[in-house]
């Protein structure tokens, strides 16, 4: 504590990543992390630049960055979508929090589950915003009607974490148009994973913003880019906002990278579509075993067994070289969030269930 | 505008970054970027990584570059310094809005000179600060007894930009000592251009909190870095508030580029003095040419003709591809912001004006 920190940051208390041991090599299932590298294609681009040029700042209006974002969504959804329609940052996280303080008054209402990415509360806190926590149903899902018409903003993560579960599109649509006049905030981090986007609703209603990330599906944890999608306006709202924050959050390499990235579809979908098979054989294995696996659609499962109590079996994991996430949280500290690695990590991860159960 | 804005998006009027115009190659001079690359040795650091590690998150708590920063002060200054007192961000204005939000509460007064970074009113505005603009004296220099016993926080630009005048360190000293109570922020963006830091002052004082960059002295414009360097309870507060905002802001390249730039101190002093000597020169003759140029201890000068109006002078270096920065504001309306090039590009410069005039 010192006597210059603000009241905020006094009473704040900050998001806490997943944990990262640095003490022995874990087969990291923890922090969702994607088991492929990025495309070759990246890598050469990286290695293949002018460094020198790392002298001179980047566009800070990201502009080709975004142009490809934009070509790639009118492509795969064969509908028109600008550069100006595509924000974006430095990892989804900077998005959401920019996200908060462009769209948001302080003391506003903004809604979102009981359980869904834990970065929420901590951005409600820090912008001075009145939260209000809709319980998922009993099954962990999100009930729609619940959203229809409420006094505030509306941010769901699709599908949900750490549920892992997924609202259909129709869903979503729904929530949209019975809020015509709030901000409905779609954060699709894991949507690459087998849930329809609400990319298709952003020229459709004009109170639709998606959040994607690099993160996950396309290998790049490592190096921070998140975006967001919407109409023009809302974009260059998040643009006003960036250039009385941060004018270049993203660095030269980001951006070369980022559009390599985009331009390799192939091995997008060829890694993805991998995570998913593995996925499903995990889940398979994992209901021998006796365990409650809700209905994922992300690229991590969520878990529970009726005989060990989660947070034990995390802690004999760990010992067991086998990272994953516990959250000691109410109606979920029986479960388990575990990342969905490759088919080798997940024979590890089921071999040590195996002697642990 | 869009009907979802908030308030405060509204109505803020966004920094300016300098121009960055695609039309046709310039010299440019207008955004006091370095005119030498990075280090050959960061170069072949970026290209030697294994890029395949990008699918994992970097370390949030930054250590090993915090480490190194903290190591490199404590050799220069002969005094330890620690990791926890180094906070690295997504380039110094990243780490600049987060000191505003960490330690300045709405409504208090933050007091800074009427000539200075003009990204500060831009601050004060989006957090609901008070701005309280010193004047400069009428040779553009800082008065310090003028920020004795200040109500309200003090946040100085050493050398100001864009005026270039350096103050000394025994006199940001006694701002300090006669304001015990309230936080001076130290913006050191280019202070290895002949200033002396205020670094030596944080261990010595609880009240200090000294910024700087990699983006002009480091050549790392393009790479966005920037860090905070004060005692281990203010940077701190400064870990809270990046745990509550974005907690990956840095990427796995630029931690380990900003390391290598570290560790090759040879290059760094090496360009620094190869730019001041090529500003004593530049300086030099255009005082030949009749200019007025004040004492500079940055990167940049700042000038002004007798005979030519700024603003003309500008216009038509522009047509002539030499491109230098100028404010159309109050008091500093018939000067020019001209960065320090390569001898070459000042030689071209020179040229030009002597066409011009």
């Known amino acids: 504590m010192s006597k210059f920190w603000n009241d905020k940051i006094k009473e704040i208390e900050p998001y806490v990543p997943g944990e990262q041991p640095k003490d022995k090599k874990y087969v990291k299932l923890n922090t969702n992390e994607n088991p492929y590298s990025p495309s070759e294609k990246v890598v050469e681009k990286i290695k293949s630049m002018n460094l020198k040029d790392l002298k001179l700042y980047p566009d800070p209006d990201v502009s080709k960055l975004r142009e490809v974002i934009a070509d790639y969504f009118s492509k795969k959804i064969s509908e028109k979508f600008t550069k100006e329609q595509i924000f974006v940052g430095n990892g989804s996280d900077e998005v959401l929090a920019l996200i908060f303080m462009t769209f948001f008054n302080k003391g506003d209402k903004v809604y979102y589950p009981d359980i869904t990415y834990s970065f929420y509360p901590v951005y409600a806190d820090l912008f001075d915003l009145k939260e209000v926590k809709i319980p998922l149903n009993e099954n962990f899902k999100i009930e729609i009607n619940k959203y229809f018409g409420v006094d505030g903003h509306i941010i769901i993560t699709n599908p949900n974490a750490p549920t892992s579960i997924a609202l259909k599109l129709n869903e979503i649509e729904k929530i949209v148009k019975n809020n015509p006049t709030q901000l409905i905030v779609i954060d699709e981090a894991y949507v690459d994973f087998g849930a329809e986007s609400s990319v298709k609703l952003v020229n459709k209603y ?90 994922s659609s992300a690229n991590f499962i969520f878990i529970s067994h009726n005989k060990v109590f989660a947070g034990d079996l995390y802690k004999n994991l760990k010992d067991n070289g086998v990272l994953v996430r516990y959250f000691a949280k109410d109606r979920i500290d029986n479960y388990l969030r575990v990342t969905i690695g490759t088919d080798e990590d997940m024979e590890i991860f089921i071999e040590k269930l195996n002697k642990l159960l």
């Open 206 to 295: 004009d109170n639709v913003l998606v959040v994607q990330t690099f993160s996950k599906s396309r290998s790049f944890a490592g190096m921070r880019l998140g975006y967001a999608i919407g109409s023009e306006n809302i974009i260059e709202g998040l643009n006003r906002l960036k250039f009385s924050f941060n004018s270049y959050t993203i660095d030269r390499i980001s951006i070369e990278a980022g559009i390599e990235s985009f331009k390799d579809d192939d091995y997008f979908v060829k890694t993805n579509t991998k995570i998913i098979e593995t996925r499903e054989k995990t889940v398979k294995k994992l209901k021998e075993l006796g365990f409650k696996v809700l209905n």
